[in-house]
């Protein structure tokens, strides 16, 4: 006479699914750590399981797989894990889901929660905000910086290249620095000749150029010698003569000033919209 089958145990709520994990677990006699190795789920999944605490697993068929697969790996019932998947199954929105009389008991939502924005974003981008404006305004500064140079440099080069210009005649040369009391206020792009003494007076056939900025300086006579051609110091005044008409180069010349024989040159008109200014002082024609 062949032995009546068992039949096989009836397990209504995700406590008593989780138990019964938890007893075959220690009949094989392993730990959480190693039945968390061997199925590849943190340990505090798998303690949520045989808690029968879902709360904060992920959605519902990914518990469902965890538990069918946590079943497997301890050889638990086939026939018992199935009926067991079926009385926990989380009911549809709206409905009581209710099996041989036995409400489920799984604990967590139907519903998706939604998550709130990340403050920390904002403030990543009001940071970044502040740093693009810093480095905005730094770059401007250095770019204008870099202009100024970059002319310098080239006009260097080509008087460089020029065998003129190893024989500079400064004799007709003056620079005196500029006092504070020459200008009206350091930020005035272009400071008014009235009330600056150096413009006050004039030589005929005399050539004055007052800078404003540290400046490449390029002086040309009638007879196409160089009379200079260097950086100069900012507030500093150069005068020239007996060589009209002279071509005259500045590399930054914004608030520079210049006279022949006493009379103002337009150094700003000069400019033609850039920082350099290039003119004829003397002559038929003072541009």
């Known amino acids: 006479m062949k032995p009546t089958e068992q039949t096989p145990t009836i397990i209504h709520s995700a406590a008593e699914l989780g138990n019964e994990l938890r007893l075959q677990r220690e009949k094989k006699n392993l730990s959480i750590g190693e039945v968390s190795?061997?199925?590849k789920l943190p340990a505090r999944q798998i303690e949520a399981l045989e808690s029968g605490q879902y709360e904060n697993l992920p959605e519902p068929v990914f518990v469902r797989g965890f538990l069918r697969s946590y079943g497997r790996f301890l050889d638990?019932?086939?026939?018992?894990?199935d009926r067991a998947l079926e009385h926990i199954n989380p009911p549809a929105a709206g409905t009581k889901h209710t099996h041989l009389g036995h409400h489920t008991d799984?604990?967590?939502?139907?519903?998706?929660?939604?998550?709130?924005?990340?403050?920390w974003i904002l403030g990543l981008l009001a940071i970044g905000a502040i740093g693009y404006g810093v480095y905005a305004w730094q770059n401007k500064s250095n770019k204008d910086n870099a202009e100024q140079e970059a002319n310098n440099s080239i006009l260097t080069n080509v008087?460089?290249?020029?065998?003129?210009?190893?024989?500079?005649n400064n004799s007709n040369v003056i620079v005196k620095p500029m006092t504070a009391s020459d200008t009206q206020t350091?930020?005035?792009?272009?400071p008014p000749t009235s009330g600056n003494p150096l413009l006050q007076t004039g030589v005929a056939g005399e050539l004055a150029i007052n800078t404003r900025y540290r400046t490449m300086?390029?002086?040309?006579n009638a007879n196409g010698e160089i009379l200079i051609n260097q950086i100069v110091p900012a507030r500093s005044e150069h005068r020239f003569k007996d060589g009209a008409p002279f071509e005259v180069r500045l590399g930054y010349a914004s608030?520079?000033?210049?006279?022949?024989?006493?009379?103002?040159?337009?150094?700003?008109?000069?400019r033609k919209g850039g920082k350099t200014a290039v003119f004829t002082a003397g002559g038929t024609t003072t541009q």
Do not use: C, M, W, Y
């Open 255 to 270: 608030g520079s000033t210049a006279t022949f024989s006493g009379e103002e040159i337009d150094v700003q008109a000069a």
């Open 37 to 39: 190795e061997r199925l």
């Open 159 to 168: 008087i460089a290249s020029n065998p003129a210009a190893s024989a500079l």
């Open 217 to 220: 300086l390029t002086v040309t």
């Open 106 to 119: 799984l604990n967590f939502s139907n519903t998706k929660r939604k998550k709130p924005f990340p403050t």
């Open 76 to 81: 638990l019932d086939e026939n018992v894990l």
């Open 186 to 190: 350091e930020t005035a792009s272009a």
